[in-house]
C-alpha cells in the first residue's frame, strides 16, 4: 500500500484508455468552501456515481451503483453510434415548514457518464437492467472472425 495519497482517487480506470471519457476533477476529495453553492456541492457528490467496466469473451458488462433511483430516473443510451451515455437524477426532499432537519447527507442531483465503446460492440442488442440500485448494461460483442489461412505451396 503506498503512503502517498493517490491524486486521481480510488478508480480502476486508465486515462490513456481511449475508450475511458470520463473527465478528472481536481477538487475530487477536497472539503469544499462554505462559498460554493449548495447545487454545486449536491451535483458534485451524485456526479461521481461509480462505474465498473468489465470485458468477458462476449459482452461489455458495465455495473453503476444508483442508490435511491428507480429506473424510471434512469437513462441508458447510445449516441453518435459509438458512445453509452448513463444519465439520471436523484431530486432533493421536499421540505415542509415544520421539519427540521439535524443532518442532511444524502446527495442529490444529476447523473451523467460517458464512455466510447469499442467498435465490435453490438449497439443494436444493448440490454440494461436495475436491481438493488445497481444498473447493469450488457453490451454484447460480434464474433472476432479468425482470419483464413491459406497455405502456399513453394515449387522448386
Do not use: C, Y
Not at 455495473?63 to 458512445?83: N, R, T
Amino acid at each position: 500500500m503506498s503512503l502517498i495519497p493517490s491524486f486521481f482517487g480510488n478508480r480502476r480506470s486508465n486515462i490513456f484508455d481511449p475508450f475511458f471519457l470520463d473527465i478528472w476533477d481536481p477538487s475530487e476529495g477536497f472539503p469544499f468552501s462554505s462559498n460554493f453553492p449548495s447545487s454545486a456541492q449536491e451535483t458534485t457528490a451524485v456526479a461521481n456515481a461509480r462505474i465498473d467496466w468489465k470485458e468477458t469473451p462476449e459482452a461489455h458488462l458495465f455495473k453503476v451503483d444508483l442508490p435511491g433511483l428507480k429506473k424510471e430516473e434512469v437513462k441508458v443510451e447510445v449516441e453518435d453510434g459509438s458512445v453509452l451515455q448513463i444519465s439520471g437524477e436523484r431530486r432533493k426532499e421536499q421540505e415542509e415548514k415544520n421539519d427540521k432537519w439535524h443532518r442532511v447527507e444524502r446527495s442529490s442531483g444529476k447523473v451523467l457518464r460517458r464512455f466510447r465503446l469499442p467498435e465490435n460492440a453490438k449497439l443494436d442488442e444493448v440490454r440494461a437492467a436495475m436491481e438493488n440500485g445497481v444498473l447493469t448494461v450488457t453490451v454484447p460483442k460480434e464474433e472476432v472472425k479468425k482470419p483464413e489461412v491459406k497455405a502456399i505451396d513453394i515449387s522448386g
